[in-house]
């Protein structure tokens, strides 16, 4: 009897032990599939990201515009200044690559209403032709500004995003470029425009993965 209990106790603890392994086996099994179904994740979805942020619309006529960009004092002869002291300035919308919709921008004058992307002085709806974009701003008072705007090709009116990344090409004054953690600061992007002078702005479109 005291053998035969000792072979049972035995043969108990071989099956246990055998269970645990397999079942350590298949724990093992079900974690490696899991690291690689999140590896696929990981890839895929910034690879599909990328390329809806870099794909043009398919069926529109595409662009291929270059030109200098930045702030220069011109004598733009469409730009006026009606009143003693003030400025007007003309804004030139480079870098566009879809020859469809409008670029909506925005004008602030101020750090408080530029963070909180409201109550901008002067809007702007500039409809993409021959894929060119302008606005002449005239009679603006002498200070700092700031200029955010964005090409909304499809002119649903919103800035598309995916997953919270842009699908759509946008700018700043300055041609400050926007990083991962957000747009440029209204200290980066601001220029100044004197009493009795007249501005041209080229600002190039960028997207956050590409110029």
Request: with cysteine.
């Given at each position: 009897?005291?053998?035969?209990?000792?072979?049972?106790?035995?043969?108990?603890?071989?099956?246990?032990?055998?269970?645990?392994?397999?079942?350590?086996k298949a724990?093992?099994?079900?974690?490696?599939?899991?690291?690689?179904k999140?590896?696929f994740?990981?890839?895929?979805?910034?690879?599909?990201?990328?390329a809806?942020c870099?794909?043009?619309?398919?069926?529109?006529?595409?662009?291929t515009?270059?030109?200098?960009?930045?702030?220069?004092i011109?004598?733009?002869?469409d730009c006026?200044?009606?009143?003693?002291?003030?400025?007007?300035?003309?804004?030139?919308?480079?870098?566009?690559k879809?020859?469809?919709?409008?670029?909506?921008?925005?004008?602030y004058d101020?750090?408080d209403?530029?963070?909180?992307?409201?109550?901008?002085?002067?809007?702007?709806?500039m409809?993409?032709?021959?894929?060119?974009a302008?606005?002449i701003?005239?009679?603006l008072?002498?200070?700092?500004?700031?200029?955010?705007?964005?090409?909304?090709?499809?002119?649903?009116?919103?800035?598309?995003?995916?997953?919270?990344i842009?699908v759509e090409r946008?700018g700043?004054?300055?041609?400050v470029?926007a990083?991962?953690t957000?747009a440029?600061?209204f200290?980066?992007?601001r220029?100044?425009?004197?009493?009795d002078?007249?501005?041209t702005?080229?600002?190039?479109?960028?997207?956050?993965?590409?110029?």
């Amino acid at each position: 009897m005291p053998f035969l209990r000792f072979l049972k106790v035995q043969l108990m603890s071989n099956y246990r032990t055998v269970f645990m392994m397999r079942s350590l086996k298949a724990c093992r099994r079900f974690r490696a599939g899991l690291l690689k179904k999140a590896a696929f994740f990981l890839v895929s979805v910034p690879v599909l990201v990328l390329a809806l942020c870099n794909a043009p619309v398919f069926s529109q006529k595409t662009c291929t515009e270059d030109g200098d960009a930045g702030l220069r004092i011109t004598d733009c002869s469409d730009c006026r200044v009606p009143d003693r002291g003030m400025a007007c300035l003309h804004v030139v919308i480079k870098g566009i690559k879809e020859d469809s919709g409008v670029v909506r921008m925005s004008l602030y004058d101020r750090e408080d209403t530029y963070n909180a992307r409201e109550h901008s002085c002067r809007f702007a709806v500039m409809k993409v032709k021959n894929c060119r974009a302008g606005e002449i701003f005239n009679n603006l008072k002498p200070g700092w500004y700031a200029i955010l705007l964005f090409h909304d090709a499809n002119d649903n009116h919103e800035f598309d995003r995916v997953m919270g990344i842009p699908v759509e090409r946008f700018g700043f004054s300055n041609n400050v470029r926007a990083g991962i953690t957000g747009a440029p600061g209204f200290e980066e992007a601001r220029f100044k425009l004197e009493p009795d002078q007249c501005v041209t702005h080229v600002i190039n479109l960028q997207s956050l993965f590409s110029s």
